[in-house]
């Protein structure tokens, strides 16, 4: 194998960028070609959630009862819009052929390796210089009813026998917890997990691979990517044609307008969440708080509390939706208190890589020289900094790691 001494990576997110900071780390001189600019997808306003404990396949049993529920009923978590779409319906098809149990333990085994890593590699950012803060917290998990929470423990009882070290204990009837609501009768807490501020963190892993450096090109629209004699060449809108040994696609919800070219046929479908933050009265709310039958997550941020959910089959381009965001307020509404859910700031709208199969796309493709980095779902942010060393790893050396061996882009 070639040694690898120049890259390009594609896409300036989490997963990019923590791609391109392995590079160096190897040695490789990198650019790095972002259509918009650093964190500009969904790296910016997602719930920041280290969550390895939780990074589950988004494809369950449940989605059987809930998802024709949800089709019914506009203001559900679950958004399909009603129109022709053939290519998105047939996404759902083939996403919902993996809502059965033997596929949630699959795919829940091939997420284990990289699961358990995750923390690891972002502590390795961080003691490497990249000036941002990973906070170990509890999280506060709540629901309505008793019953509620049946399937998520079961969930969480599912990952750990997949091999995940999971932290879960019921808060004792009677104990309060503040700024929730006496409609949470049922209130859980996880431990072992994180949180970060997403658009600070992805900022500072930037201004690293800059310092480092890297060229960070913002308002480069990759047109195409193709295999050239002794490395990979990538078309830009307005700019030269870069070229280097090795190209990396990380383009998160636009993968596909790349990666088809490259012969990775595996549909990566939008799934837009939505954010907002809040304020709330007397002391913040200091500790991440999920409610799983709502599926809200909410997070510190700034000194307000970051409100999101909701997951959108929509293209990644289209406008925010603002009834998505009020059904999200609403949704939440009876289960705080002293949270002012009416005094949004910062609405936002960012599109999640999701799969049929609920795996990630990590990899070679049919190009030689030519790699993806996408298809994470919902888990980009936590599982980032992990593939972003394994895919450094197998650029560098030509070994696939272990934690990706079942995320094939040719799958």
């Not at 920041?48 to 989605?63: E, H, Q, R, V, Y």
């Not at 085994?109 to 490497?128: F, H, K, Q, S, V």
């Not at 705080?336 to 990590?362: A, I, Q």
């Not at 298809?375 to 599982?383: E, K």
Request: overall charge neutral; hydrophobic content about 45%; some cysteine.
């Amino acid at each position: 194998m070639a040694e690898t001494r120049t890259a390009t990576v594609v896409g300036a997110g989490m997963v990019g960028l923590a791609t391109a900071w392995h590079l160096q780390e190897r040695g490789v001189e990198v650019t790095v070609l972002d259509r918009h600019g650093v964190a500009s997808g969904a790296s910016w306003g997602n719930a920041g959630w280290l969550t390895p404990g939780l990074a589950m396949p988004l494809a369950d049993p449940s989605l059987w009862a809930y998802g024709l529920r949800a089709m019914l009923d506009p203001s559900a978590a679950l958004s399909v819009p009603f129109r022709f779409d053939g290519a998105l319906w047939a996404f759902l098809a083939r996403f919902m052929a993996h809502a059965t149990p033997d596929a949630w333990r699959h795919a829940m085994a091939a997420l284990t390796p990289i699961d358990r890593i995750a923390l690891d590699a972002y502590d390795e950012l961080e003691a490497g210089g990249v000036h941002a803060t990973s906070y170990p917290s509890r999280w506060v998990v709540g629901f309505e009813r008793e019953r509620e929470s049946r399937p998520f423990v079961d969930e969480l009882r599912g990952a750990a026998r997949a091999g995940q070290e999971i932290r879960l204990s019921r808060v004792p009837d009677g104990v309060r917890v503040p700024h929730l609501s006496r409609s949470v009768r049922s209130i859980w807490t996880l431990e072992g997990q994180r949180y970060i501020d997403p658009g600070s963190y992805v900022q500072a892993l930037a201004t690293s691979v800059s310092a480092r450096g890297a060229k960070v090109l913002s308002d480069a629209r990759v047109e195409s990517v193709r295999a050239v004699p002794g490395g990979a060449e990538v078309a830009v809108h307005g700019h030269d044609t870069v070229t280097s040994d090795a190209v990396v696609v990380a383009t998160g919800a636009w993968l596909p307008e790349l990666a088809r070219q490259l012969g990775v046929r595996t549909r990566v479908q939008a799934g837009r969440g939505y954010s907002f933050s809040v304020p709330v009265d007397g002391l913040p709310i200091d500790h991440p708080v999920y409610f799983p039958a709502r599926r809200v997550a909410c997070t510190p941020y700034q000194g307000r509390l970051r409100v999101a959910g909701t997951m959108e089959f929509r293209g990644p381009d289209e406008p925010l939706q603002p009834a998505r965001v009020r059904a999200i307020a609403s949704s939440v509404r009876d289960l705080f208190e002293g949270v002012d859910l009416d005094s949004r700031e910062d609405e936002w709208v960012g599109s999640r890589p999701v799969t049929p199969d609920g795996l990630p796309l990590v990899g070679r493709t049919a190009a030689p020289g030519v790699y993806v980095a996408g298809g994470h779902g919902m888990w980009g942010m936590v599982l980032g900094p992990a593939t972003g060393r394994a895919l450094a790893g197998l650029i560098t050396t030509g070994r696939t790691p272990e934690e990706i061996l079942p995320f094939d882009p040719l799958r």
